[in-house]
């Protein structure tokens, strides 16, 4: 059982996070692709979108540029990958499924905080020398898809929560919303640049950290371990 956590270079660090984020922007797209595909529309998958090659979702600006610029200037680091097309009108019953296939990417997330969790579990029943990786590359895990779902479940169009709340809000605030899209992302980066993108998330990845620990009966802070 891992009993003390080293510092780790920058090098350490890079390799613990790369497979976590990589897997974390990866299947987030790729769930929505596989969502739209189940409810009508192929799109993606014809484009050959559903793969869990990276480099085939990294988008310049969101995945490379806003991340740099947010660890200079923000204590709250994120980004996002390029989006999988969906053609709204292929599916069955557009406004409903829209929501769907935008919920499919958080629950992507959790999905895989869930696995990583359980990762920092198996980690710390192993020997030091096997399972200290295991904890970090797990607690790196839980980190990144806490925080993108949560991020993406904000109500701010064009992320996934707007997007599944224009598909459940009547006719006039859909609309009012949806036109809010063009102007979302520049809203997100004012608030991590200021300083409340922190204070909106962290409440509810405390509660799902929260639930996490209790429901594995693994002790918080092990969460935490790849960012001592």
């Known amino acids: 059982m891992p009993e003390l956590i080293p510092e780790l270079s920058l090098v350490q660090r890079i390799v613990v ?3 976590p984020v990589l897997l974390a922007i ?3 797209e790729v769930a929505h692709g596989w969502a739209a595909r189940a409810l009508g529309d192929p799109t993606a998958w014809r484009l050959g979108r559903l793969s869990l090659n990276p480099l085939r979702h990294v988008d310049p600006l969101g995945t490379v540029v806003v991340p740099a610029l947010l660890l200079l200037f923000s204590p ?3 980004g996002w990958a ?4 969906v053609t709204w009108e292929n599916l069955r019953r557009p406004r ?11 629950a992507a997330n959790l999905a895989m905080a869930v696995l ?6 198996l980690g710390l029943a192993l020997p030091q020398a096997v399972g200290l990786p295991l904890v970090l590359m797990g607690s790196a895990g839980v980190l990144i898809n806490g925080v993108l779902m949560v991020l993406n479940l904000l109500p701010i169009p064009p992320l996934d929560g707007g997007r599944i709340a224009v598909g459940l809000l009547p006719g006039r ?3 009012a919303l949806d036109r809010l899209e063009p102007y979302g992302m520049f809203v997100v980066l004012a608030l991590a640049l200021f300083g409340g993108l922190g204070a909106l998330l962290r409440p509810p990845l405390t509660v799902l950290l ?9 002790p918080v802070q092990w969460f935490f371990a790849a960012v001592l």
């Open 17 to 19: 996070w790369a497979l």
């Open 26 to 28: 990866t299947l987030h």
């Open 76 to 78: 709250v680091v994120f």
């Open 82 to 85: 390029r989006p999988v097309p």
């Open 96 to 106: 409903r499924d829209m929501a769907w296939v935008a919920a499919a990417g958080p």
């Open 116 to 121: 990583w969790a359980l990762a920092i579990k």
């Open 173 to 175: 605030a859909a609309a």
């Open 210 to 218: 929260g639930a996490l620990g209790e429901g594995l009966r693994l």
